[in-house]
């Protein structure tokens, strides 16, 4: 069962103005569920997305990184649509993958009356399969049939794989006197260790927004809640996070994130996105706990990441954690190896919620092991280490690893 993680409400989900959202039974994988989701979005769009750093990426995202890139120019028309498949990840597929995913986009080109460089596809689901596009057309009426704006909960749901419940949330905000409305959605389970810039994260709003603005908006905003959480460590081949903007609020176009209005829009992507990658975790395939890792007194941000991955990814960690085992020697052994060459040992301090475990290196005299197996029980948890070299300091989210796991990755093409 997810941790703290309820299943969203159709009601709370909000329409966002010039986005349509069309969601079908294409087979893909399995009969009878819901695989092939579309975002159709109004003239005038604008499509910013950052992707997975792994070098074996899918095919879908070299296309996507393709259009993108060709939206860029005047008189492209920009990126119009999203379609996304799960069930296939169209990965490890070659020459032959890339032909499909432009065919997928080709088709549902011709189906909207758009270019085929205006649509962006995504895939996620088993590595090294062959994309069956036959069954993607010939779910293509039905997906363009089903189009509404209030189908966000469809949507999340269409694009699960092992996720035990869809993820979407709304916001609203209110920029210079007009409303401004954010839904987004977002899958993952496991093979989550976004290093973006199998996780995919959407987000639309009808802000107006430069071009410019939008991409570093989306760069932002992964920086700081994607790429944040790990469930086992691994960077998919298919990751990816996409911000839309439809222009279609009556605000001014907001032409920098410094501005009071860039800065509420920020902060409001940055809510969306934080929970949406939060929501991820709760969720990690067999997660019974989850776990805050928060790292400060860092000489830079870099080494205080450097740190808290490589406690959350700590497999005697994560299997203590799922034990309730206060077995936190591990973590000290974790901030060890993390590769910090001049570490001064002695410095540093570690916090379980608000039990002082290690002081300057050693068992803090006052900690009692009942006090650990306290905290350990709980469903939500914070680990804090502080190392004393600096001001600077991080936070990752994480999960423990359970029996689940294993299991549901045996299984997982079964």
């Not at 703290?4 to 079908?24: F, H, K, M, S």
């Not at 499509?47 to 070098?55: D, E, I, K, L």
């Amino acid at each position: 069962m997810p941790v703290n993680l309820q299943r969203p409400l159709a009601q709370d989900l909000l329409p966002v103005p010039g986005v349509e959202i069309g969601v079908a039974m294409a087979g893909i994988r399995r009969a009878q569920r819901r695989d092939l989701v579309l975002l159709d979005l109004a003239a005038g769009s604008l499509v910013a997305g950052v992707f997975t750093r792994n070098r074996f990426c899918a095919a879908p995202v070299q296309v996507c990184r393709e259009h993108l890139a060709a939206s860029a120019n005047a008189g492209s028309g920009g990126i119009r649509a999203l379609l996304i498949n799960t069930g296939n990840a169209n990965a490890g597929t070659g020459a032959d993958g890339l032909l499909r995913a432009r065919a997928s986009c080709a088709m549902a080109a011709q189906a909207l009356g758009i270019a085929p460089e205006q649509v962006l596809p995504f895939s996620t689901g088993v590595i090294m399969e062959t994309l069956p596009i036959e069954r993607i057309a010939a779910a293509l009426p039905a997906l363009l049939g089903a189009r509404r704006a209030d189908a966000w909960e469809a949507a999340a749901e269409g694009i699960m794989t092992t996720d035990t419940l869809p993820k979407a949330v709304s916001r609203q905000i209110q920029i210079d006197g007009q409303t401004v409305t954010l839904t987004g959605i977002a899958k993952g389970a496991g093979m989550i260790r976004p290093n973006m810039a199998t996780m995919l994260g959407y987000v639309a709003t009808d802000a107006a927004v430069a071009p410019e603005v939008l991409q570093a908006l989306v760069r932002q905003a992964a920086d700081a809640s994607f790429n944040r959480i790990t469930i086992d460590g691994d960077t998919s081949t298919n990751d990816a996070f996409v911000l839309i903007a439809t222009q279609q609020a009556g605000h001014a176009t907001i032409t920098s994130l410094a501005s009071a209005a860039g800065q509420a829009l920020g902060a409001a992507v940055l809510e969306v996105a934080r929970w949406l990658a939060q929501a991820i975790v709760r969720d990690g395939e067999g997660a019974t706990k989850f776990i805050t890792v928060q790292v400060d007194g860092g000489a830079t941000p870099a080494e205080c990441q450097q740190v808290a991955y490589a406690i959350a990814h700590s497999p005697l960690v994560k299997t203590a954690f799922f034990a309730s085992d206060p077995n936190l020697g591990r973590i000290l052994a974790a901030v060890g190896y993390a590769g910090i060459a001049d570490l001064d040992q002695t410095l540093i301090d570690l916090f379980l919620d608000e039990v002082h475990v290690a002081r300057q290196g050693g068992r803090h005299p006052d900690y009692q092991e009942a006090d650990g197996q306290r905290v350990m029980q709980q469903a939500e948890i914070t680990v804090r280490v502080d190392l004393h070299r600096g001001q600077s300091s991080t936070t990752v989210w994480t999960c423990d690893l359970s029996h689940d796991y294993v299991s549901i990755n045996a299984d997982y093409r079964s």
